[in-house]
């Protein structure tokens, strides 16, 4: 069984930077694509970055170039940087682990990221 804990979310002024780490634990974790989506009051869960095992990673537009992503296959971490934060970027951030051939589909409890102006 997948357990995703994120940590790292909190208040920060418009302009400056917060790093969120996901802590992931379970036998499917080293062929996962891992994640982070978030979703703010009244939207829709959306995708802000993801990384595959080999490397690649993927961006949301309104984040490239101010978010990068990195993981950690020693520790099974994923941390998300995230810089020049705007207040749009206000949400709570979830860490999801995908490894479709187990079929394994999981989410943390999520973190909540607050921007202020």
């Known amino acids: 069984q997948v357990q995703l804990v994120e940590s790292g979310g909190g208040l920060v002024q418009a302009g400056g930077s917060l790093r969120l780490s996901c802590a992931a634990s379970?036998?499917?974790?080293?062929?996962?694509?891992m994640g982070w989506y978030r979703q703010a009051p009244g939207k829709e869960r959306e995708l802000v970055a993801r990384?595959?095992?080999?490397?690649?990673?993927t961006f949301a537009d309104s984040v490239k170039g101010r978010f990068t992503i990195a993981r950690d296959y020693a520790k099974n971490t994923v941390d998300l940087q995230m810089n020049r934060l705007k207040p749009e970027d206000t949400a709570t951030y979830y860490c999801?682990?995908?490894?479709?051939?187990?079929?394994?589909?999981?989410w943390g409890k999520g973190t909540l990221v607050t921007v202020s102006s």
């Open positions: 379970g036998s499917s974790v080293g062929i996962a694509i």
């Open positions: 990384i595959h095992t080999g490397g690649t990673s």
């Open positions: 999801n682990l995908n490894a479709p051939s187990l079929g394994v589909n999981a």
